[in-house]
């Protein structure tokens, strides 16, 4: 049984031009299948096993670094010298977030409250909490700025009670103390006779507020209806805007939680998150591309006019009164207290609030907050928020504590937030969004490429076996005509 090369031939051909077709095909709907299972895994949905998990339980290791700005003369601040600190730490906390009270709404939003929990991690400190340090005592210098303005006779009076209760302007206590609160009857005294003057009513200390509480109450986007909403806040705590700051634009609450942003960011986007802590919405700008185990990404970083003041960056007038650019007067959503949020070690800030304090050497690699997000799925992959609390210190006459102190916005603490993905959570990452889309990008070539080749290589052969067949075809019938020929000379004889 002979085969017909041909027919072989034009069956090859048919085999190439499909497989051609499947890898054009493959090459013009691979990103749109790309992008709609992107999209259907970017949903805030419970169906969704990997991104409701990164969401809801927040599984990856998140971190808090604090550092204290140790005071090393407070008998010559008192006189009126320079400040002199020294940086201590970190004592680092494992944070662990959990949301509550998850309810889905039919406009496709969801709320919840998302309560945090922080444990003492001392395999990653430098000391321990029991460590002791010297910052100024905001309870003394806080309300002394505050109640400058009272009559004199009214400061003398409180001054009399900052001494009665051995209130002085610096306080010496541990770490843990100055963390989660320390028992004070200058608290309890003004928890009683003036009920609301202080955000807590236990104990007095600057991170007591942040374990075990929530952040209030979120209502974000799903992103079902509009994936380019996914993750942005429609209220918080069911209000749209603010009422701390002057200004409409100061006031609106713009972004998401800070958690997950919607996909497809480009270069051009920005990072946009609301943030409780700050009392204000907050944006960085894409400042680099880059690569973590694999994965792209795009870094995103605060901009100088962060926290600019009016003047240098109009835009921020509402968060005013301001003082020198690099400096957020968050005294308006912490019960007036002269207290000011900054980058670390006054990073990006007016140069001139390095001269007032002695001890501080900002640095961007130290001291500047970046995100890095893969820009497919709007997951951050690296994260480290560093923010620094300030507390606003002066002279007041009559509440002899403040002694002669100079005008100074007083460096107390700088906090870290950081975690990154790792683990089998990378690395289920890495294939699904690295990993499998590359394959199916390779694919795409290697079937238009062996379609390519098999037609090309099929139509050769069969112009090459029919050429072949032709010439056959005519040596046969030459050889005929010979035979004929010569069967007639035979018969002539």
């Given at each position: 049984?002979?085969?017909?090369?041909?027919?072989?031939?034009?069956?090859?051909?048919?085999?190439?031009?499909?497989?051609?077709?499947?890898?054009?095909?493959?090459?013009?709907?691979?990103?749109?299948?790309?992008?709609?299972?992107?999209?259907?895994?970017?949903?805030?949905?419970?169906?969704?096993?990997?991104?409701?998990?990164?969401?809801?339980?927040?599984?990856?290791?998140?971190?808090?670094?604090?550092?204290?700005?140790?005071?090393?003369?407070?008998?010559?601040?008192?006189?009126?010298?320079?400040?002199?600190?020294?940086?201590?730490?970190?004592?680092?906390?494992?944070?662990?977030?959990?949301?509550?009270?998850?309810?889905?709404?039919?406009?496709?939003?969801?709320?919840?409250?998302?309560?945090?929990?922080?444990?003492?991690?001392?395999?990653?400190?430098?000391?321990?909490?029991?460590?002791?340090?010297?910052?100024?005592?905001?309870?003394?210098?806080?309300?002394?700025?505050?109640?400058?303005?009272?009559?004199?006779?009214?400061?003398?009076?409180?001054?009399?009670?900052?001494?009665?209760?051995?209130?002085?302007?610096?306080?010496?206590?541990?770490?843990?103390?100055?963390?989660?609160?320390?028992?004070?009857?200058?608290?309890?005294?003004?928890?009683?006779?003036?009920?609301?003057?202080?955000?807590?009513?236990?104990?007095?200390?600057?991170?007591?507020?942040?374990?075990?509480?929530?952040?209030?109450?979120?209502?974000?986007?799903?992103?079902?209806?509009?994936?380019?909403?996914?993750?942005?806040v429609d209220s918080w705590n069911g209000?749209?805007?603010?009422?701390?700051?002057?200004?409409?634009?100061?006031?609106?609450?713009?972004?998401?939680?800070?958690?997950?942003?919607?996909?497809?960011?480009?270069?051009?986007?920005?990072?946009?998150?609301?943030?409780?802590?700050?009392?204000?919405?907050?944006?960085?700008?894409?400042?680099?591309?880059?690569?973590?185990?694999?994965?792209?990404?795009?870094r995103y970083v605060a901009p100088k006019?962060?926290?600019?003041?009016?003047?240098?960056?109009?835009?921020?007038?509402?968060?005013?009164?301001?003082?020198?650019?690099?400096?957020?007067?968050?005294?308006?959503?912490?019960?007036?207290?002269?207290?000011?949020?900054?980058?670390?070690?006054?990073?990006?800030?007016?140069?001139?609030?390095?001269?007032?304090?002695?001890?501080?050497?900002?640095?961007?690699?130290?001291?500047?907050?970046?995100?890095?997000?893969?820009?497919?799925?709007?997951?951050?992959?690296?994260?480290?928020?560093?923010?620094?609390?300030?507390?606003?210190m002066k002279r007041v006459p009559g509440?002899?504590?403040?002694?002669?102190?100079?005008?100074?916005?007083?460096?107390?603490?700088?906090?870290?937030?950081?975690?990154?993905?790792?683990?089998?959570?990378?690395?289920?990452?890495?294939?699904?969004?690295?990993?499998?889309?590359?394959?199916?990008?390779?694919?795409?070539?290697?079937?238009?490429?062996?379609?390519?080749?098999?037609?090309?290589?099929?139509?050769?052969?069969?112009?090459?076996?029919?050429?072949?067949?032709?010439?056959?075809?005519?040596?046969?019938?030459?050889?005929?005509?010979?035979?004929?020929?010569?069967?007639?000379?035979?018969?002539?004889?």
């Amino acid at each position: 049984m002979t085969i017909d090369k041909s027919k072989v031939a034009i069956g090859f051909i048919v085999a190439g031009v499909l497989t051609l077709m499947f890898g054009i095909i493959s090459a013009i709907i691979g990103p749109s299948v790309m992008k709609n299972q992107v999209e259907k895994n970017t949903v805030i949905d419970p169906k969704n096993d990997l991104s409701y998990t990164m969401w809801k339980d927040l599984p990856v290791p998140f971190f808090m670094s604090v550092y204290f700005f140790h005071v090393l003369n407070p008998q010559e601040i008192l006189k009126g010298e320079k400040p002199m600190v020294e940086q201590r730490g970190p004592y680092v906390y494992r944070k662990q977030c959990r949301k509550e009270n998850i309810t889905f709404h039919p406009n496709s939003t969801v709320s919840y409250r998302e309560y945090r929990r922080y444990f003492f991690e001392p395999s990653m400190s430098a000391g321990n909490e029991s460590d002791v340090v010297t910052i100024p005592n905001m309870l003394v210098l806080g309300a002394a700025v505050m109640l400058e303005d009272l009559p004199y006779a009214v400061r003398l009076l409180i001054s009399t009670t900052f001494k009665t209760f051995n209130e002085g302007p610096f306080l010496t206590k541990t770490v843990g103390e100055l963390m989660w609160g320390f028992d004070s009857k200058l608290v309890d005294f003004l928890n009683k006779f003036l009920p609301g003057m202080l955000p807590s009513t236990g104990k007095f200390g600057l991170f007591a507020e942040f374990n075990n509480s929530n952040t209030g109450l979120f209502t974000i986007h799903t992103g079902r209806d509009d994936i380019r909403k996914a993750h942005k806040v429609d209220s918080w705590n069911g209000l749209t805007e603010l009422s701390y700051w002057r200004t409409p634009q100061c006031n609106m609450i713009n972004g998401t939680a800070g958690q997950l942003w919607p996909p497809f960011m480009t270069k051009e986007s920005t990072l946009p998150f609301y943030s409780p802590d700050a009392c204000r919405s907050l944006e960085l700008v894409y400042q680099r591309a880059g690569e973590m185990k694999g994965i792209p990404l795009y870094r995103y970083v605060a901009p100088k006019t962060m926290f600019a003041n009016g003047t240098d960056y109009a835009p921020n007038e509402g968060f005013c009164p301001c003082r020198q650019s690099g400096l957020l007067n968050v005294s308006s959503c912490r019960h007036n207290s002269p207290v000011f949020i900054s980058h670390p070690h006054f990073f990006n800030a007016d140069p001139v609030l390095l001269d007032y304090v002695l001890g501080l050497n900002p640095t961007e690699e130290d001291h500047g907050l970046f995100i890095d997000i893969h820009p497919l799925t709007g997951v951050p992959l690296n994260v480290s928020i560093r923010l620094q609390l300030n507390l606003y210190m002066k002279r007041v006459p009559g509440i002899t504590e403040t002694g002669k102190i100079s005008e100074v916005v007083m460096p107390m603490l700088w906090f870290e937030e950081n975690g990154y993905i790792d683990g089998p959570i990378l690395t289920t990452f890495h294939t699904n969004l690295v990993i499998l889309p590359a394959v199916m990008e390779y694919m795409q070539y290697i079937f238009i490429a062996l379609g390519l080749v098999t037609t090309v290589v099929a139509i050769l052969v069969y112009h090459k076996v029919k050429a072949t067949g032709n010439e056959q075809g005519k040596g046969s019938h030459g050889f005929e005509t010979q035979e004929k020929s010569l069967s007639y000379s035979e018969k002539d004889m």
